[in-house]
């Protein structure tokens, strides 16, 4: 080999080198913007959207709630075991007249679990690892989509597993500068 050819190979080596992208620094795409499309005013919802919690919540509520009517719920099995990782699937219906559109992270979704006194027992954590995948979620009028799922193993904040009995599983979306609060889920842990 000429030494051009070399040097040449040794330019497109580092270049390559420098030009790699990881996982860990791919950034979020920006919402689409609105600034093309003509505004309309939202319609008012036409059933109340489930009260935010109004103490000792772990879960974020600092975006406003979302202004086209909706409701949305978890869906799942109503009792598990300690142990067994169970999945509940965040649903969300659009009950106004135009599309719901929800461009957001992989994990906008969490929730918290209470016991039977109302007191948080697993709360939302704040050291969990989520990829910075963009999920994109269209809701049209009078449809049902999932946006995300969730799991739980019956066990509490520190990995402790917790008695049988009586909880509530509260849930909230927090993503694509709405918050959107599910209904609260009943479930059973059973020995």
Not at 6 to 11: E, Q
Not at 20 to 32: D, G, R, V, W
Not at 159 to 169: D, F, R, V
Request: proline share 9%; charged share 15%; net charge negative.
């Amino acid at each position: 080999m000429t030494l051009r050819i070399l040097l040449t190979a040794a330019v497109l080596t580092s270049s390559l080198a420098q030009a790699q992208t990881t996982i860990f620094n791919i950034p979020a795409l920006p919402p689409k913007s609105s600034a093309a499309t003509p505004t309309t005013p939202a319609p008012t919802p036409t059933t109340p959207a489930p009260a935010a919690p109004t103490t000792g919540s772990t879960l974020p509520m600092t975006n406003p709630v979302l202004s086209t009517a909706h409701s949305a719920n978890l869906n799942g099995p109503g009792s598990l075991r300690v142990g067994q990782a169970t999945t509940w699937t965040f649903t969300l219906t659009n009950q106004g007249e135009q599309a719901i559109n929800l461009q957001h992270g992989a994990c906008d979704v969490r929730f918290e679990v209470l016991d039977a006194a109302g007191k948080v027992v697993r709360a939302n954590p704040t050291n969990t690892v989520c990829t910075m995948q963009l999920v994109i979620t269209d809701v049209a009028p009078g449809e049902t989509m999932d946006v995300q799922d969730i799991r739980w193993d019956g066990r509490d904040s520190g990995g402790k597993a917790l008695p049988a009995g009586e909880y509530t599983i509260r849930a909230v979306f927090s993503g694509a500068g709405v918050r959107i609060m599910a209904e609260e889920f009943p479930v059973t842990i059973e020995n």
